[in-house]
């Protein structure tokens, strides 16, 4: 399965054509490789891969652990991906007044 439809598809990201800006902008990383490298939107997911991904309010690292075959409920969507790391980014951070 491809990285960006994966995202789509567990949640991560709401859409796919964000998931696709996300990765053409080097916010998604691929962590569990030296060195590390920006993963392409077209990219295949294997179980066991993990992805930093930088939003606009938090940074996340994901593991995957199960690939779906077909859309998941919301409920589900936590069963595809294990939360290893959070950081919630302030955006005015880098506002001096």
Not at 13 to 21: G, V
Not at 44 to 57: A, K, R, W, Y
Not at 79 to 95: T, V
């Amino acid at each position: 399965m491809r990285l960006d439809i994966y995202l789509k598809q567990t949640g991560l990201i709401k859409k796919r054509s964000d998931a696709k800006r996300a990765c053409k902008n080097q916010q998604v990383i691929l962590i569990n490789v030296e060195p590390k490298k920006v993963a392409k939107a077209s990219q295949s997911v294997h179980i066991g891969e993990c992805f930093q991904i930088e939003l606009e309010n938090r940074l996340i690292k994901i593991e995957i652990l199960r690939i779906p075959i077909r859309t998941p409920s919301r409920k589900d969507r936590a069963r595809f991906f294990r939360l290893i790391d959070e950081q919630h980014i302030d955006s005015f951070s880098d506002l001096s007044f």
